[in-house]
């Protein structure tokens, strides 16, 4: 079975400041893992994805995430934060084998501060 | 047009009425979605088509039904519906079902009201 926990259901941050989601996954296998961003009465925007090799990866508009399968975590990163990054996000697990789908978290709602 | 597109994008139908939303990807991808977003709840699955063919149907009411004519195309049906069933329905896509890459590309939605 495959699940995906976001930790803070809001965040508030200042402009300029970091931002720092998290996403936590549970897998049996290794997972494909993903970030989606939606802005207000829009769809999913694929951010970045996680499937093999480097642990580190960058994404759209200075994001980018760091796999750590030790501690089943996929969290997403930005150094400055900028007005225009106001959204939800959402990362998302997928899992080969008996899991078909992409599994979603319930989302972290970005607020920045000016 | 690009990517994946959904119309309308926004719809107020009675309880009554039949309505369709229609999705179309520009992709070149087999597989095809129907999410359900309703405010304050998880994305939710509602159906999967795999190269035209229904290959998932999550307990979805039979008031929605689904319509696969061909791959680039994807329509969710509608009748007699309830107000809970107001919600912004999401359409996507991506290469396969079973292989990767896994992520899936989204159309902006139909922003649903039932009155």
């Known amino acids: 079975a495959q699940s995906v926990t976001q930790l803070g259901s809001h965040v508030s941050v200042s402009e300029g400041a970091l931002v720092l989601l998290r996403c936590n996954y549970s897998?049996?296998?290794?997972?494909?893992l993903f970030w989606y961003v939606q802005y207000p009465n829009q769809g999913l925007q694929l951010l970045l994805k996680?499937?093999?090799?480097?642990?580190l990866v960058k994404g759209i508009n200075g994001f980018e995430a760091e796999f750590k399968k030790s501690e089943t975590s996929f969290h997403l990163t930005k150094p400055s934060a900028h007005m225009s990054d106001a959204a939800e996000y959402f990362c998302?697990?997928?899992?080969?084998?008996?899991?078909?789908?992409?599994?979603f978290g319930s989302g972290t709602q970005l607020t920045v501060l000016p | 047009e690009t990517g994946v597109t959904q119309t309308p994008r926004h719809l107020v139908m009675g309880m009554t009425n039949k309505k369709s939303l229609k999705c179309e990807q520009h992709?070149?991808?087999?597989?095809m979605y129907w999410y359900k977003q309703s405010a304050k709840k998880p994305l939710e699955l509602m159906f999967v088509?795999?190269?035209?063919?229904?290959?998932e149907n999550n307990s979805v009411p039979s008031r929605f039904s689904p319509e696969c004519p061909n791959s680039s195309h994807l329509f969710l049906h509608l009748h007699t519906l309830q107000p809970e069933d107001s919600a912004l329905y999401l359409c996507?896509?991506?290469?396969?079902?079973?292989?990767?890459?896994?992520?899936?590309?989204f159309g902006p939605g139909t922003r649903l009201t039932v009155t």
């Open positions: 992709l070149g991808h087999n597989a």
């Open positions: 996507a896509s991506s290469h396969a079902r079973d292989y990767p890459p896994y992520e899936q590309y």
């Open positions: 998302a697990v997928r899992s080969s084998g008996s899991a078909r789908q992409l599994t």
């Open positions: 996680y499937t093999t090799g480097a642990t």
């Open positions: 088509y795999s190269l035209e063919e229904r290959v």
């Open positions: 897998s049996s296998v290794p997972p494909y």
